[in-house]
C-alpha cells in the first residue's frame, strides 16, 4: 500500500513537473555521467523531442557551486535536472534557476522553492537507492508529459546500471511498476536465468572467465580453466563460432548453472553468494539479438564506458536510438573501459587493501581514472572482507580527490548510512559529498584525505554501534 501511496505522489509531483515544461521553449538538460544519468537524460529528451520542445544536453561527474553557475550562465527557460540536483537544491534555487528536478539520491532540503519542481522518492518516505533509480523518476516524470510507455526499457537499463537489482535478485519497489509497463508495452521481457554478464554477447567460457560477482576460484581469471569445466559437463563450446549462452538449450543452461553451484560449494563460497548466480534478468524485446543492448546489463556497461571516459554524448544517442555511429563508437569504448577495469582490479589485488577500524580502502592516485574508480572498488568488494564498507580514492583532473564508498545491504541494516557519512565527512574537511546508503561518493582536497580516513572510520563506527545497541 505504502508503494502505491509513493507512486501517486509522484505522479501527482510529476504532472506538475510536465506542467512547468510544456510553457517552456528552450530547456537545458542535466545529468550524471553513469548509465543511470544516461538513460535518465535519454528519457527526457526523448519526451522533448516527442513534445516539439527545443533542449540542449549537458553532463557532469558531479554537481557543485562552479558547475551550477555555468548551468545559470547558460540563461535557458528552463533547466531539468535528472539524476542529480537533490542534493544542491538549495544552491539551485539561491542562482535562481527555474528548474524541475527528477532525482532519487538523498535531497540536501525537503523545503519547497519558488521555481522548482522537486520529484524525489525520498520526499514521499520512498526508498531511492533501491526502489526507483534517477531514470526511473525521469521516467514517472516523461509519462506525464504523454504516451511515453516504451521509454520503460532505458529506465530498466539505468536501475539495473546502478545496481538497485544486485541486494534482491531482482528490481523492487517502484521498479516493479516500470517493469509491468514495459512489459504491456511491449518493450521489456524478465525472468529468472543466469545473472553472470556476457549473455547476448560472449562466449560462454568468457563470460565465466569474467565473473566477477559473484567471483569463482579456480575459474574466475582462468580461461582453460572455463574451457576444461564446460567440457566435462559435456557443453560443446562450438563449431564455426563460439557459443554464448543465448545459444545453448535449457537443458545445458541448467547443467552450467547446477555445476557452478556445486564446484561453488566446494571451493567455499557462501551459500548467499551462490544465489547471485540466478535471478531476475530483463530483455530488451525491440532490440536484436545478441548485442549488448538486448540486455539491461550489458547495455548500462556499454552506457558506463561512454560517460565515464567524456563521451557522454555517444551515449546519449545510444539511447536516443543511433544504431550505427553512434553504437560502433560506444562498443569500441567499452573494449577499453573492459581492459581499464582489469587493469584496475590487479592494481589493487597487487597493493592489497587498508584496514582501519571499521573500514577499508586503497588509494589509486592517478593508476586508475576517478570516473571508474568507483566501478573498481565495487568490483574488489566481491573478493574482499565484506564486513567492512570499502573506499577508493583517485586522482581527479583538477587536482581534488575523488572517494567512492561502497556497502552491502547486511551492512546498511547494521545501521551503515554511507550518504550521510560520506556527507558528512567530506564537509568537515572542505569537500562535498553525498549518495545513498549503500554507495556514496565524494571529492575532497588531496591534502585531507588523511583526516577525511579518520572522520569517517569514527562516524561509521558509531552508525554500526548505535544500530548495534
Not at 536465468?193 to 579456480?218: H, N
Not at 543492448?293 to 556497461?301: I, K, Q
Not at 569500441?332 to 592489497?352: A, D, F, T
Not at 573500514?359 to 572498488?377: N, W
Request: aromatic share 6%; proline share 3%.
Amino acid at each position: 500500500m505504502k508503494i502505491e501511496k509513493i507512486c501517486t505522489s509522484l505522479r501527482r509531483l510529476a504532472e506538475d513537473g510536465a506542467e512547468v515544461i510544456s510553457r517552456s521553449e528552450d530547456v537545458l538538460v542535466v545529468s550524471h555521467i553513469d548509465a543511470d544519468g544516461l538513460t535518465a537524460a535519454g528519457v527526457i529528451c526523448t519526451a522533448l523531442s516527442r513534445k516539439g520542445i527545443d533542449y540542449t544536453p549537458l553532463f557532469f561527474k558531479q554537481l557543485d557551486s562552479r558547475a551550477i553557475e555555468r548551468i545559470a550562465d547558460a540563461g535557458s527557460d528552463l533547466v531539468i535536472f535528472t539524476d542529480l540536483g537533490s542534493g544542491m537544491i538549495q544552491e539551485i534555487s539561491s542562482f535562481g534557476i527555474r528548474a524541475v528536478i527528477a532525482d532519487h539520491h538523498r535531497p540536501g532540503s525537503a523545503e519547497i522553492y519558488r521555481g522548482i519542481v522537486h520529484i524525489n522518492p525520498h520526499l514521499l518516505g520512498g526508498d531511492g537507492a533501491t526502489h526507483i533509480s534517477g531514470s526511473g523518476t525521469a521516467f514517472i516524470l516523461a509519462n506525464a508529459m504523454g504516451r511515453n510507455e516504451d521509454l520503460s526499457a532505458l529506465a530498466v537499463v539505468g536501475a539495473v546500471g546502478d545496481l538497485q537489482d544486485l541486494s534482491s535478485g531482482r528490481l523492487v519497489g517502484l521498479n516493479r511498476r516500470i517493469i509491468e509497463v514495459g512489459s504491456r508495452a511491449g518493450v521489456l521481457s524478465f525472468g529468472p536465468d543466469l545473472k553472470l554478464f556476457g549473455k547476448q554477447t560472449r562466449p560462454v567460457f568468457k563470460m565465466l572467465e569474467y565473473s566477477t560477482d559473484p567471483y569463482i576460484p579456480g575459474l574466475s581469471g582462468d580461461e582453460e580453466a572455463c574451457i576444461s569445466f564446460l567440457k566435462e559437463i559435456g557443453i560443446r563450446l562450438g563449431g564455426e563460432r563460439w557459443r554464448r549462452w543465448i545459444d545453448l538449450d535449457q537443458d545445458e543452461r541448467a547443467r552450467i548453472v547446477s555445476a557452478l553451484i556445486r564446484h561453488g560449494l566446494r571451493s567455499g563460497i557462501p551459500g548467499f553468494r551462490l544465489e547471485r548466480l540466478v535471478g531476475e534478468v530483463y530483455t530488451l524485446s525491440r532490440e536484436r539479438e545478441g548485442t549488448e543492448l538486448r540486455d539491461a546489463s550489458e547495455f548500462s556497461t556499454l552506457l558506463n564506458a561512454t560517460a565515464r571516459y567524456g563521451h557522454s554524448r555517444i551515449g546519449l544517442d545510444v539511447c536516443l536510438g543511433d544504431r550505427d555511429r553512434a553504437l560502433e563508437e560506444a562498443r569500441l569504448l567499452l573494449s577499453q573501459h573492459r581492459q581499464n577495469l582489469l587493469n584496475g582490479i590487479k592494481l589493487v589485488k597487487e597493493r592489497g587493501l587498508v584496514q582501519l577500524s571499521h573500514i577499508q580502502y586503497f588509494d589509486a592516485g592517478e593508476e586508475i581514472l576517478d570516473t571508474i574508480v568507483g566501478i573498481v572498488a565495487g568490483m574488489v568488494f566481491q573478493i574482499a572482507d565484506r564486513s567492512k564498507p570499502i573506499l577508493a580514492f583517485a586522482a581527479t583532473p583538477d587536482g581534488m580527490l575523488k572517494v567512492s564508498a561502497r556497502g552491502t545491504q547486511d551492512l546498511v541494516r547494521a545501521g551503515l548510512d554511507l550518504s550521510r557519512a560520506v556527507s558528512a565527512s567530506a564537509n568537515e574537511v572542505g569537500g562535498v559529498g553525498g549518495g545513498h546508503s549503500i554507495a556514496a561518493g565524494a571529492t575532497i582536497p588531496p591534502q585531507s584525505r588523511d583526516e577525511f580516513l579518520s572522520i569517517i572510520d569514527r562516524v561509521i563506527g558509531e552508525q554500526m554501534k548505535s544500530r548495534g545497541s
